[in-house]
């Protein structure tokens, strides 16, 4: 790891950061979940998507398909109220122009929250259809491996999720933020380093830019 963060000296690489469990505390489809009384059954969708090992679009649009009830003013409001890893926001805040927001997440769920963080115009998500206060359906879904690969260099990716894997291999260094939750074998394997504290993580990246 030190032979890529020296590499790295004096570069100004571009920060990519996962949103879900890297800069929230936690995940946004659960707590929207529970909103409608359809947590345990979210659970269980995620655990079948995780299992089979298939694309992230096919199960993302499986698990948004439970939440189409909940209107989105509503679904805005829990999302900009979602508890944030504070240092690492403020990092985001103080730094945004470096920084670009990677999530999976819908444009009409986390709008708020991205104006929040002082990143409007610099998150890449997933794009829904919509009518007036209602959600239709899944246009896109972000392809986190592409999206990076138009990124500009150097990079440095942030994440901790399956998803985050081909986000993570696209990276010049390749972090795994363990401060929610364990990351997988398989993300553990993409990453350069994992770093489980969010002080820690914060001064490697204060370090970097």
Do not use: Y
Not at 9 to 20: C, V, Y
Not at 92 to 118: F, K, M, Q, Y
Not at 128 to 136: C, H, P, T, W
């Amino acid at each position: 790891m030190k032979t890529k963060i020296d590499a790295l000296a004096g570069r100004k690489p571009l920060f990519a950061f996962d949103l879900d469990s890297t800069v929230t505390r936690c995940e946004l489809l659960p707590l929207l979940a529970r909103e409608v009384g359809l947590e345990n059954e979210m659970a269980a969708l995620t655990e079948a998507c995780m299992q089979s090992g298939a694309a992230f679009a096919p199960g993302f649009a499986a698990r948004v398909e439970l939440l189409r009830a909940i209107p989105l003013d509503r679904a805005r409001r829990i999302a900009a109220n979602v508890p944030l890893h504070e240092g690492i926001a403020a990092f985001l805040r103080a730094n945004a122009p470096r920084c670009r927001i990677l999530t999976g997440n819908l444009d009409v769920w986390i709008e708020e929250l991205i104006a929040s963080l002082g990143m409007t115009g610099r998150c890449l998500c997933s794009k829904a259809g919509f009518r007036e206060n209602r959600l239709l359906c899944v246009e896109t879904a972000l392809d986190k491996g592409r999206a990076a690969m138009e990124l500009p260099r150097p990079l440095v990716a942030i994440g901790d999720g399956s998803n985050d894997i081909p986000l993570l291999q696209c990276a010049d260094l390749a972090i795994a933020f363990a401060g929610s939750r364990a990351p997988s074998q398989e993300v553990c394997r993409a990453a350069d380093v994992i770093i489980d504290d969010e002080a820690a993580l914060c001064a490697l990246l204060e370090q970097l830019i």
